[in-house]
Structures are given as structure tokens and as C-alpha cells.
């Protein structure tokens, strides 16, 4: 270190000091910012029929969101389906059968690099894997899409919970001569259930507001979402796309706000839940 | 049937099921990695064999004459995730090292949560508001400032929202590699009577270097691939960056404007985009796990 006299090194030091904090402030008046437009834009276009009423086509004046929410559940919900199953058997495995081979390593490996992986390139890969293929744009796309977001992250995060489960309560199972599948069910998996969950829910946080992937897999429609498998299939963040950037209609982009605000609530809230109620820090 | 029966009773041979079970949908990240990057290669064939080489330095984009190149969208991304790094790597290293380091935990818990769930908040969201509040404001910041007519639509804006978007991200990864320092070392440069920015800035940051590195990459890769918040406000033409307040587009943004509608050879040419956009946040990506592996490994944890 370089000699410097005490006030010099006092002084810079309550410079950066006042610099953190102004950066600190500048950050939360930017969440708050941010926060404040969704509900300032939004709250006005929340009514009974906004939840009820069926998008509308351009030119039709009236019109809700209810077919885009349902799509939405409907799209998540599928996704959660597909991913969560291999994701949770996947993490058994690099936790319980294989903790540091070559192996296992290049697993960890792809799934980390699968997470950092662009969301729309997600979509480009389903659209050729499925719509390509079908002809057909389909909510089952776009739930496929959000899987192979969600998988990775349910992957890694699943074996760090299971990892935290102590040898000994898998040793006196097994000591009593239960065999090891229904060591992990019941006793390995059972233990770290809230852990596991929290990881699945976050990472549905983490996709029930993508939209890239959707563009062009689940792409988006005025119909209701009962033509899952074989139709474009309604939702909310390609309907907000719609909305935002194509409808020269002010009451359009309203309404593209008030959608904003409810996928902005859920995925908050859904944080927060996590966060609070297991006390799971996200580690990266 | 009953066969399977008492294959399931007999518990080692179903542990070598259950076992195999796992190792496959283990496995199945390996072979999503691999097959999205040979499926992107597969539907880019055409394009490749259409413009050779050409296309990454070409900046012609003519749908009438069917001619690509993906230079301006290239340098578009470029562009954007270097603005983005600019702004966000200082403030987010200052903001980590603050709350790690001097914050009291009464004011640091509640900022970090916060910043956590900034992280949260779904990138649409972050195009709505650059595209409705951020553009005008821009506009007229620039306007009424520095007398600059910017529409407010261009490479600045985007950066600036990607650095906004990128900047939590980075932040929560900084503050746990300034909370893997051993508290003895910084105790120790207190004792010797370092200010709280010289144990920050000689002891932590040195400490942490490669893990503050790695965060960096991460964000990189975010910044990179976001489609979104940049797609709303970055113009949307096909031009090669002059200015800082020119319009232009990214890789990602093309693709989410063409695809769609995209035939023939331009939906080649945009899976060949797509397959750079692979190429470089795989790069980032790749070289950013190494890093953070062996700091990982180096301050002796698995």
C-alpha cells in the first residue's frame, strides 16, 4: 500500500462511502419507479369484465384478458408438468448416486450453461423441433419451451436441497435394510420437501413472465385456450407484446398495462412467498 | 406381469431401474445442450452455404433480393451488452461492496431484497416501461440538456435499460463473493488501521477478483441473449451502429421481429443469427463457469 497522509485516506473513504449510498438510493428509486408506472398504467384498466371478457380483435373497443390468463396457467402449467419430473429425478441422481465423477461434473456443467442459455433461443429450438414439423403453432409449444427453461434450474437447485439432508438419516434407513429408492422417497426427499418446492415455484416465477420463447411456439390468439394441443394458444405476455407495440388504440395498451400489473403481482408475490415462508436464499 | 412384479419387490434390481431413471434424466440437460446447438446448425446449412462467410460481415439485409448479413445486428448486440456492462459493473460492485462491507444489516436486508426481486421482474416489463416512460424521458433529457434531438429510440436506450435489467443480477452474485471473505483477514486490515474503503478495495476485492470476474460474465451472458426490454426501444432497422443515439437492432430482436413470418432463405439466415447468438452466450457462458470453478476450487470448497 502507498504511504498517504490520514486525511487523504479519511476523505476518499467518505467519498466512496457517499457514492455508495447515492448509487444505493439511484437503485431503489428505480424499483419504486418501475413499480409505481405498472400500477399507475395499470390499475385503471382492472374491472370485473377485464377479468371475464375475452380478448377482442383490433377495432372492437371492449374486450378483457381472461382467455390470455387462462392460456397463461394453462401454458405454465404444462411446462411444470413436463419439466418437473426429470428435473427432480435428475437432481437425485447428481445427490444421491453420483456426487463427483467426470460424469456428473459435465452434467452440472451443461445445466449451468442450458440456464445462461437465451430465452428466445429456447423458442427457435422448439419451433423447429415441434412446429416445424406439425405445421402447427400450439400451446404445447410454448409449454415445452418454458420446460427446457425450467428444467436446469429445478435440476441444479434440487440437488443442492437434497444435499442438504444429513448422512445420517439416509444411513439408519438404509442400516434398517429399506432399500434405496424408498430411502430417497421417503426419507431423503420427504425431509427436503419445502426445499424442493421452493425451487420449482421459483423457477416457475422465473418463466411465467418470459416471453421470447412463446413468440414462436404458443404465439397468440383471441380464442379461448381449449385447443391446447393443436392451436396457437392465447397468453398474457404475447398479448401485452400485441398490445404495447402494434395497437395504435389507447384503451388497448390500457388494457396491455393492467396485464402487466397481474403477471408483475403474481411473479413478485410469488417471490416474496418463497423467500419469506422457507427462508431460501437463491445461490448462484 | 408377473415377472415385472417381482422385479419391482426385489429391491436391488429396482434400485438399478430407479438408479439408471435418474442417471437419464440427468443426462437429458447434456443432450438438450448438445441438440438445440445441432439443431441450430442443421436449419442454418442454407444460409451458410448461401453467403459463406460473408454473412457475418455483410451488412446488406434486402428481403426483395433475398440477401442477408448479420453485421448490423451483430454489432447492434455488441453495442448494447458493452453499454450495459459499462453502466451496470461499476454501480453494482459499489452497491454490493457497500452492502456487504459498511451497510448495518437493518438497512442492508430490506435493499438487498429488494434488488432481489428487481432481478425478478419479468424483462416485458422492462420493455413496457422503457418503450412508455423511459423513451420520452430520454428524449427530453437531451433535448433539455445538452439541446441533442434524440428520438429516444436507438443503442443508448437499450443499453441503458439492459444495464438496468443485468444490474441486480450482477449485484446478488458480487455480494456473495464479498461475504466469502474470511472476516479474520479484513479484521486484521482494520487492526492495522485501513479505512473501510482500503480494506474494500486492497483486501476484499483482491480477495474476491476472479469471483467478481465471473459475476461479470454471467451478466454478460444475460445481457447478450435478453430479447424483450431491448426489442421495445432499440428502433428496429437494420444499421450498423454510427452513433450512440442511431436506431438499430440486436440479434435477438431480429429474430423476434422476422421469425414469425420468415421463408425460405431468410429463416436460415435467422437461424444462423440464432446460432451466433448460441456461439457467443455459450462462450461467455463457458468461460465464466471455468472461471468461477476454479475460484470455487482455489478457495477450497466444492
Redesign the interface.
Known amino acids: 500500500m502507498k504511504r498517504r497522509g490520514m486525511k487523504f485516506r479519511k476523505s476518499l473513504n467518505w467519498i466512496i462511502k457517499a457514492y455508495s449510498i447515492f448509487f444505493v438510493i439511484l437503485a431503489v428509486a428505480l424499483i419504486s419507479w418501475i413499480l409505481y408506472t405498472v400500477f399507475d398504467f395499470g390499475l385503471p384498466a382492472l374491472s370485473w369484465s377485464f377479468f371475464v371478457e375475452p380478448t377482442k380483435p383490433y377495432g372492437i373497443e371492449n374486450g378483457g384478458i381472461a382467455n390470455a390468463l387462462l392460456g397463461t396457467l394453462f401454458i405454465t402449467a404444462g411446462a411444470v408438468i413436463i419439466s418437473v419430473p426429470p428435473g427432480i429425478l435428475g437432481g437425485i441422481y447428481l445427490s444421491e448416486f453420483d456426487k463427483d465423477s467426470k460424469l456428473s461434473n459435465f452434467i452440472r456443467f451443461s445445466a449451468n450453461v442450458m440456464m445462461g442459455v437465451p430465452s428466445i433461443l429456447c423458442g427457435l429450438f422448439v419451433y423447429a423441433l415441434v412446429v416445424y414439423n406439425t405445421k402447427q403453432f400450439s400451446g404445447m409449444a410454448g409449454s415445452l419451451a418454458l420446460a427446457i427453461i425450467m428444467f436446469p434450474v429445478i435440476l441444479r437447485t434440487s440437488e443442492d436441497m437434497l444435499q442438504m439432508v444429513p448422512d445420517s438419516l439416509r444411513e439408519s434407513a438404509l442400516a434398517l435394510g429399506t432399500p434405496r429408492w424408498l430411502t430417497i422417497f421417503s426419507i431423503v426427499c420427504r425431509s427436503a420437501k419445502g426445499g424442493l418446492l421452493t425451487g420449482v415455484l421459483l423457477a416457475v416465477a422465473r418463466v411465467g413472465g418470459e416471453t421470447a420463447p412463446l413468440l414462436f411456439t404458443a404465439l397468440w390468439s383471441d380464442d379461448w385456450p381449449f385447443h391446447f394441443f393443436s392451436e396457437p394458444t392465447s397468453n398474457l405476455t404475447v398479448t401485452i407484446n400485441e398490445y404495447a407495440t402494434n395497437s395504435p388504440f389507447e384503451i388497448m395498451q390500457t388494457r396491455a398495462w393492467g396485464a402487466a400489473l397481474i403477471i408483475c403481482v403474481a411473479i413478485l408475490s410469488l417471490n416474496i412467498f418463497c423467500r419469506t415462508a422457507f427462508n431460501y436464499k437463491k445461490g448462484n | 406381469m408377473a415377472t415385472l412384479k417381482k422385479q419391482l419387490i426385489n ?1 436391488e434390481k ?2 438399478k431401474v ?2 439408471s ?3 437419464g ?6 443432450l ?2 448438445a ?2 446447438f445441432i ?2 446448425v ?2 442454418a446449412l442454407p444460409a451458410i452455404r448461401t453467403f459463406g462467410f460473408k454473412f457475418l460481415i455483410s451488412s446488406e439485409w434486402d428481403p426483395v433480393n433475398n440477401i442477408y448479413g448479420a453485421l448490423p445486428a451483430i454489432s447492434g448486440t455488441l453495442l448494447t451488452t458493452a453499454i450495459a456492462l459499462i453502466i451496470a459493473v461499476p ?1 453494482s460492485f ?2 454490493a ?3 456487504v462491507e ?2 448495518s444489516p437493518k438497512l442492508s436486508t430490506p ?1 438487498s ?6 432481478a ?10 422503457g ?3 423511459f423513451v420520452p424521458f430520454m428524449q427530453k433529457f437531451f433535448k433539455s440538456l445538452f439541446g441533442i434531438d434524440y428520438s429516444g429510440f436507438g443503442f443508448l436506450t437499450g443499453g441503458i435499460i439492459l444495464a ?1 435489467m443485468i ?2 443480477f450482477i ?3 458480487m455480494r ?1 463473493v464479498f461475504k466469502l471473505v474470511p472476516s479474520v483477514t479484513k479484521e486484521a486490515a482494520f487492526g492495522a488501521g485501513s ?4 480494506v474494500s478495495y ?1 483486501i476484499s476485492m483482491k480477495y474476491g477478483a476472479k469471483g467478481l470476474l465471473g459475476a461479470v460474465f ?1 451478466g454478460l ?2 445481457a ?5 426490454a431491448v426489442l ?1 426501444v432499440i428502433g428496429n432497422v437494420q444499421n450498423v451502429p454510427k452513433s450512440l443515439f442511431g436506431r438499430g437492432t440486436t440479434i ?1 430482436a431480429t ?2 421481429n422476422n ?2 413470418e420468415a421463408e425460405g432463405i431468410l429463416k436460415s439466415s435467422l ?1 444462423e443469427l ?1 446460432l451466433i ?2 456461439v457467443m ?2 462462450g ?3 468461460l ?2 471455468l472461471w468461477l470453478n476454479r475460484v470455487s476450487r482455489q478457495m477450497g470448497e ?1
Open positions: 429391491p429396482f434400485d430407479f438408479k431413471l435418474c442417471a434424466s440427468a443426462l437429458l440437460v447434456s438438450l445442450m441438440g438445440l439443431q441450430l442443421y436449419y454501480i459499489i452497491v461492496m457497500y452492502l459498511s451497510a435493499i431484497f429488494a434488488l432481489d426481486l428487481l425478478a421482474v419479468p424483462s416485458i416489463i422492462y420493455g413496457m416501461w418503450l412508455f416512460i438496468f444490474l441486480p449485484c446478488a452474485i456473495d479505512t473501510h474503503w482500503e486492497d454471467l451472458g444475460r447478450v441473449g435478453e430479447t424483450m421495445f435477438a429474430l423476434a421469425f414469425s437461424f440464432g447468438l448460441l452466450s455459450l461467455v457462458q463457458v465464466g463457469q466444492k
